[in-house]
């Protein structure tokens, strides 16, 4: 299927510059898990949720003789993303993760911080394990912080008498497995499964540097669906909670930030 004939999502909630303020803190969970997929020399890699494509690049420069595919359903993602390319060896497409059939056996599937935004993600694992080549691996990271302030004042904000009308319904509350949950659902598929957790305690700069990290991803939703006024002063109630979650010290803005990641390759011999 050409990139050209790909399913096209609904309208993006994306912006690129803003997700890429804090792009080396985002960007550090994406190398460890690569580091730990334990693939050496792949020939073909896919990148589902390449976003705006800087760390997809990295992979064109960990294997240069790798040929690397990005895909995401943001258009104004992979239009960044496109700035990257390699042509024949590192490419970016419109494609709703949910939707993505390989045309080849991939090396490696690698998708990092996105199937929080999948519903139903698990029921796509075995797809994805038959689409890999002998020997491939299955490698995702996605957030564990849904029950951090930053994530619970944001739901119950949205459920306010103020905002409930328009908001109820925007926020997924249990998007995620723990990572044990992730090493059931595989291994019940047959897979060799390496399943952990880590919570960086990073050290935000600037002001309101919580709220800014989170304009970037989870509250994406609620600002397409919010008038510019409307936003404005949704933003204004949240950063005042998040004032008093997150208080700002005089080195910093601490934000805990856990993540969960999973590599798993099909099973093989007795």
């Not at 334990?38 to 003789?65: F, K, Q």
């Not at 104004?76 to 490419?91: D, S, W």
């Not at 306010?160 to 497995?177: I, K, Y």
Request: hydrophobic share 40%; aromatic share 10%.
């Amino acid at each position: 299927m050409s990139r050209e004939t790909m399913p096209r999502p609904p309208a993006a909630v994306w912006d690129p510059a803003q997700y890429g303020a804090f792009g080396g803190e985002r960007g550090r969970p994406f190398f460890e898990l690569v580091a730990r997929a334990g693939v050496r020399s792949p020939g073909y890699v896919v990148d589902l949720g390449c976003g705006s494509g800087e760390l997809t690049a990295a992979l064109a420069e960990r294997w240069p003789d790798a040929v690397i595919d990005g895909y995401d359903s943001s258009l104004e993602m992979v239009q960044a993303a496109r700035a990257h390319e390699i042509p024949g060896r590192l490419e970016f497409g419109v494609w709703d993760v949910a939707e993505w059939r390989p045309e080849r056996p991939v090396d490696l599937i690698v998708s990092n911080a996105v199937l929080q935004w999948v519903p139903g993600h698990v029921e796509m694992f075995p797809r994805w394990l038959d689409a890999l080549a002998d020997g491939g691996r299955l490698a995702f990271q996605v957030p564990g912080n849904f029950g951090a302030p930053s994530h619970v004042l944001l739901r119950e904000l949205c459920l306010s008498a103020r905002w409930r009308d328009r908001l109820g319904g925007v926020l997924r509350t249990d998007p995620v497995l723990e990572p044990a949950g992730y090493l059931d659902a595989l291994a019940r598929l047959g897979c060799v499964v390496d399943a952990w957790e880590t919570t960086y305690s990073q050290v935000l700069q600037g002001d309101d540097p919580v709220l800014e990290w989170v304009k970037g991803t989870a509250l994406r939703p609620v600002l397409t669906a919010l008038s510019p006024s409307d936003a404005d002063e949704f933003l204004g109630e949240y950063r005042e909670l998040l004032r008093e979650a997150y208080p700002k010290t005089s080195y910093g803005t601490v934000f805990p930030f856990r993540r969960i990641f999973v590599v798993a390759g099909k099973r093989t011999g007795p």
